[in-house]
């Protein structure tokens, strides 16, 4: 069963990427559902460091678009919120995998920010970047956490 699991679960992720039919993942979602987008204001203090600011809008983008992911897939997918994995058809199995891969995907270009943003985080764990860094690295933290909140509170309630 498991093979098969798989081998769908590929078979998917292979047609979605390479179907005439694109199917488009609204992670820009204008959709008035969706959570307001979140803005990180840049500290007073930080207004003149130009790789704090960068932080901060990589960080603030970043937030914005795995949110409008999350909130866009668990609208479309409300039928799996709440399920064990063993009560899930083999259909709902394969709209699961296919979840996984739409959230992946959708982070896919933000790889090489979340790279330069690890590194920086590495940099300040081993004090090798400067205090206004540190503080830019903070505020992104504490406003995806905020969003995370935000998230779970909307969405408490689902599934039960």
Same mark, same amino acid.
């Given at each position: #069963? $498991? @093979?098969? /699991?798989?081998? *769908? +679960?590929?078979?998917?992720? %292979?047609?979605?990427?390479? *179907?005439? &039919?694109?199917? $488009?993942?609204? =992670?820009?979602? =204008?959709?008035?559902?969706? %959570?307001?987008? /979140? @803005?990180?204001?840049?500290?007073?203090? /930080?207004? &003149?460091?130009?790789?704090?600011?960068? +932080?901060?809008?990589t960080g603030e983008e970043m937030i914005n678009k795995f949110s409008n992911t999350l909130e866009d897939?668990?609208?479309?997918?409300? &039928? %799996?919120?709440? @399920?064990?994995?063993?009560? /899930?058809?083999?259909?709902?199995?394969?709209?699961?995998?296919? #979840?996984? +891969?739409?959230?992946?995907? *959708? #982070?896919?270009?933000f790889v090489p920010k979340i790279v330069s943003l690890q590194s920086k985080i590495e940099d300040f764990k081993k004090g090798d970047i400067s205090e206004e860094e540190a503080k830019a690295i903070d505020e992104v933290g504490k406003a995806f956490e905020k969003r995370m909140d935000e998230i779970n509170k909307k969405y408490e309630n689902l599934g039960k």
């Amino acid at each position: #069963m $498991k @093979k098969i /699991l798989f081998i *769908s +679960i590929l078979s998917s992720f %292979l047609f979605s990427c390479f *179907s005439n &039919n694109e199917e $488009k993942i609204s =992670s820009n979602s =204008s959709d008035s559902d969706n %959570l307001p987008t /979140l @803005k990180i204001e840049v500290p007073a203090e /930080l207004q &003149n460091n130009e790789n704090a600011k960068e +932080i901060i809008s990589t960080g603030e983008e970043m937030i914005n678009k795995f949110s409008n992911t999350l909130e866009d897939i668990v609208r479309d997918n409300k &039928n %799996l919120i709440g @399920k064990k994995q063993d009560d /899930l058809s083999f259909t709902e199995q394969i709209q699961a995998g296919k #979840m996984a +891969i739409q959230i992946a995907a *959708s #982070m896919a270009e933000f790889v090489p920010k979340i790279v330069s943003l690890q590194s920086k985080i590495e940099d300040f764990k081993k004090g090798d970047i400067s205090e206004e860094e540190a503080k830019a690295i903070d505020e992104v933290g504490k406003a995806f956490e905020k969003r995370m909140d935000e998230i779970n509170k909307k969405y408490e309630n689902l599934g039960k």
